[in-house]
């Protein structure tokens, strides 16, 4: 086992002490899934990332997220999440950097902004409900799927 996994390691348990009623475990995906209490990270990143990554999960834990009604509700809770992760990484020693959170939360927004483009004539429209948007330009109906608390990075800066 190598230096960075140890410190993940001890990271984790120290979370898992400090918050008994949540889970954590290894995954592909970062994510957090109200249903089970369970946080799941991805053990195969570097050690910032991680810390990050169960900061920012714990913070939806942490103020109870569990649905929204829109994709701006969603970027909305985005923000939350990473105030209260930052808050919640200086009783680590963990300082997440705003680079880092407006880089997530620049990735939410092309996501909306993608999603919410017309793609009849290209306006840009507004959500009608949780699963559709409706052009005011041109009254194009289109659907999407529901969003998710996941952290979908910009290609154009994809970490290793
Ligand atoms: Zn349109
Ligand atoms: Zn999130």
Same mark, same amino acid.
């Given at each position: 086992?190598?230096?960075?996994?140890?410190?993940?390691?001890?990271?984790?348990?120290?979370?898992?002490?400090?918050?008994?009623?949540?889970?954590?475990?290894?995954?592909?995906?970062?994510?957090?899934?109200?249903?089970?209490?369970?946080?799941?990270?991805?053990?195969?990143?570097?050690?910032?990332?991680? +810390? %990050?990554? #169960?900061?920012?999960?714990?913070? !939806?834990?942490?103020?109870?997220?569990? @649905? *929204?009604?829109?994709?701006?509700?969603?970027?909305?809770?985005?923000?939350?999440?990473?105030?209260?992760?930052?808050?919640?990484?200086? +009783? %680590?020693? #963990?300082?997440?950097?705003?680079? !880092?959170?407006?880089?997530?939360?620049? @990735? *939410?927004?092309?996501?909306?902004?993608?999603?919410?483009?017309?793609?009849?004539?290209?306006?840009?429209?507004?959500?009608?409900?949780?699963?559709?948007?409706?052009?005011?330009?041109?009254?194009?109906?289109?659907?999407?799927?529901?969003?998710?608390?996941?952290?979908?990075?910009?290609?154009?800066?994809?970490?290793?």
């Amino acid at each position: 086992m190598n230096t960075s996994s140890k410190t993940s390691n001890s990271f984790i348990a120290r979370l898992s002490r400090d918050f008994p009623d949540l889970k954590f475990q290894k995954g592909e995906q970062e994510h957090w899934s109200p249903r089970t209490n369970t946080i799941t990270y991805n053990p195969n990143q570097p050690l910032r990332d991680l +810390r %990050y990554g #169960v900061l920012h999960e714990l913070a !939806h834990a942490r103020l109870n997220h569990t @649905t *929204y009604g829109s994709d701006f509700e969603l970027l909305k809770m985005e923000s939350l999440a990473w105030s209260e992760a930052a808050r919640i990484g200086r +009783r %680590y020693n #963990v300082r997440v950097s705003s680079n !880092h959170i407006q880089n997530c939360l620049d @990735t *939410y927004r092309d996501w909306l902004h993608r999603r919410s483009t017309c793609p009849t004539c290209g306006a840009h429209s507004l959500q009608k409900d949780a699963h559709r948007y409706q052009c005011l330009n041109c009254q194009a109906v289109w659907r999407v799927t529901s969003g998710r608390f996941v952290r979908p990075y910009r290609r154009t800066h994809n970490l290793t």
